[in-house]
């Protein structure tokens, strides 16, 4: 097997079913459907089975279920970690190299393969370690395990079946297996599917409940009953021709229910010199089998059982305000009728959409998921070089954006802080020009914190991501192409709340629906623009709110007004006088008016715009070159990462 610093040029989807197996095999550079390897009984679906003949030598499949004298014969050995793991753990790792075995000898690269073994997806990771460890051995290959569900959602993905615009909403794969029923959940197209399951429920119960109900309606049922249960290699084998028997009758329900007759099945099984085993299914033998109580399922039937299962999940959806409007089913239980109309009835607004080789599936999943993940690699090793080049874009950007939110700012400053606090001293509300600076201060404070100011910055902080963008814009619609992504896969997107908590206002966000580089940059930037606004704001507003800021900003028309104020009350107190008392007296409003006219303000605010936008563009010079770049290129970063992660899943052919 490959060695983990060689890059492998095939990838083997091992489809371990605990009824059926399949071994399914790309390339790195193929862009095609994965072939299905014909490594057991000649038949790309094989019996999970393995067993020994008189000579020792390993039988693999139907030929070890129907070999005269086999000895040791297994079915039904994939266990869950933990689980009887000191027999069926050793069982499933024999198998699993035999049929490795085989597929190397018939011309299979194993040296340079990577191996993708599927599992169910209840499954913890440790679990799952534990298993894949398991299954290889001492051998040095290189195992890994997916979840089956996910194989299955990549499959159908890759194949069109669930197509890109379905996935843009909420879709569900059912994959009901021999040993399990796997549930993956995927919404909003670029997200990683959300695994559950339930561990026991597969058709192999039903399979037993079959077995349980023929042997109950024999005479001798009790007796044949211990023979074949004392007996593992009889009970696999009947417990496989009741798997047939199923199968035959769901592939034909309709007439079979109709006409009443047994599902046909010439097979059978010798029990001893005085009986043989042979299953005739009808449909009031079926629904016998499946109302009955399973102990494995608490009690409840398997129908019931699937249903629970199924509205639980209805109930995660409806706390993520979206029920499925797509629902995928997989696996050979999908071909049983009554859980296809139980998905119905438990999602009746959802399309139901089938798999046509159900037998397949997981397997081709498994290796289209070796594939991608190797591109994935090399998809996200581009980010890095990509994401370097992002303070620098934002620098050569900065002096733009300084011109973009200075000038707006001071205007808003002198309206809402100098002209506003020399009024309201005109007026009378500040009694002294000794406490209008302390006046001016305060306004300061309470303006650097209104809507209007974040607008400001909002805006401007747009406009530079813009630009910004438009320096790497190239590079993502370079990878979009180059990794067959549709463009919404790497467009970062934001929630309507941080995991601060902080609310985010959407509505302003433009839909830009131009097309090109300037779509990529325009869109992209557009989206993140208000979660830049987030971390950037911040660092403007203390700057606005510095001590030195205010200070300057306030010095030049206090200083200004007393000026004036100085010269007109000289002409009633004296030069003199008037220097010592203008600033601590409380002057009448009569004066007040007289000495601080509407143009007298006009000129004390021009000459403080001027003022404020010296001081405030050289507060801003100083944090763009650092803080605010870096911040800015924090945010663009970690999106178009948490982007590519997620849009790892819809990596194309």
């Not at 663009?636 to 819809?650: N, Q, T």
């Amino acid at each position: 097997m490959a060695t983990p610093n060689r890059t492998p040029s095939k990838f083997l989807g091992f489809d371990l079913g605990d009824g059926e197996s399949a071994l399914a095999e790309c390339t790195a550079e193929s862009s095609g459907e994965p072939d299905v390897l014909k490594v057991v009984d000649n038949r790309q679906s094989f019996l999970t089975c393995i067993g020994r003949d008189r000579a020792g030598r390993v039988l693999l499949g139907q030929a070890a279920l129907d070999a005269s004298g086999a000895e040791h014969v297994f079915l039904t050995f994939k266990r869950r970690p933990g689980d009887r793991a000191n027999s069926s753990r050793a069982i499933a790792s024999e198998f699993f190299g035999e049929v490795l075995s085989r597929a190397e000898r018939a011309g299979c690269d194993l040296q340079q393969s990577a191996i993708v073994v599927g599992h169910p997806s209840a499954w913890t990771p440790p679990e799952v370690e534990e298993y894949t460890a398991a299954l290889a051995g001492s051998t040095g290959w290189q195992v890994r395990g997916i979840s089956e569900s996910r194989a299955a959602f990549l499959q159908l993905k890759e194949t069109g079946k669930l197509t890109v615009a379905q996935l843009k909403s909420t879709a569900l794969i059912v994959d009901i297996g021999s040993s399990t029923t796997d549930m993956t959940i995927i919404r909003h197209l670029t997200q990683q599917p959300l695994d559950i399951g339930h561990n026991a429920l597969g058709g192999r119960l039903i399979d037993r409940s079959i077995l349980a109900y023929v042997l109950a309606q024999h005479p001798d049922g009790a007796r044949l009953g211990g023979i074949i249960r004392s007996h593992p290699h009889i009970y696999a084998q009947c417990e496989y021709l009741c798997r047939l028997s199923k199968e035959a009758f769901f592939t034909n329900e309709e007439a079979l229910r109709a006409s009443g007759e047994a599902a046909p099945n010439k097979q059978f099984v010798e029990i001893d010199e005085h009986a043989i085993f042979r299953v005739k299914l009808d449909a009031k033998g079926l629904d016998a089998a499946m109302q009955s109580p399973m102990p494995d399922l608490g009690g409840q039937s398997w129908a019931a059982t699937f249903r629970a299962t199924l509205q639980d999940v209805a109930g995660q959806c409806r706390l993520h305000g979206d029920l499925p409007r797509t629902v995928a089913m997989t696996g050979g239980g999908a071909r049983m009728g009554f859980t296809r109309q139980i998905c119905r009835e438990v999602f009746p607004e959802a399309e139901l959409i089938l798999d046509t080789s159900p037998e397949f599936t997981i397997a081709k999943g498994l290796a289209r998921a070796g594939r991608w993940d190797a591109r994935a690699a090399a998809f996200l090793e581009e980010l890095d070089p990509l994401c370097a080049k992002l303070p620098e874009a934002f620098r050569k950007e900065s002096s733009r954006f300084i011109e973009d939110v200075v000038p707006p700012l001071a205007d808003d400053f002198v309206s809402a802080v100098v002209m506003r606090g020399l009024i309201d001293w005109r007026k009378g509300t500040v009694t002294t020009l000794n406490g209008l600076e302390g006046h001016l201060k305060q306004l300061g404070a309470a303006w650097a914190n209104t809507p209007g100011v974040r607008g400001i910055i909002e805006t401007a902080t747009r406009h530079w991501s813009e630009r910004a963008m438009l320096h790497i814009a190239p590079a993502i619609q370079g990878l979009t192409h180059k990794y067959g992504l549709p463009y919404e896969a790497l467009n970062p997107t934001i929630d309507t709340v941080t995991p601060e908590g902080i609310a985010i206002d959407v509505k302003d966000v433009r839909n830009d629906t131009s097309s090109g580089i300037g779509m990529v940059a325009g869109g992209i930037a557009g989206i993140i623009a208000l979660k830049i606004a987030l971390v950037v704001t911040p660092v403007i507003l203390a700057v606005l709110l510095k001590a030195t800021f205010i200070t300057a900003a306030v010095t030049g028309p206090i200083g200004w007004v007393i000026g004036i104020v100085i010269v007109g009350a000289a002409f009633f107190f004296g030069k003199e006088a008037a220097e010592e008392k203008v600033k601590s007296i409380a002057l009448p409003i009569w004066l007040r008016s007289k000495l601080l006219g509407d143009e007298k303000i006009g000129s004390a605010c021009a000459k403080s715009r001027s003022d404020v936008v010296t001081a405030l563009r050289a507060e801003m010079s100083k944090a763009s070159e650092t803080e605010l770049t870096a911040k800015a290129s924090d945010v663009v970063r970690e999106e178009l990462s948490r982007k590519m992660k997620d849009a790892v899943v819809l990596i194309g052919r």
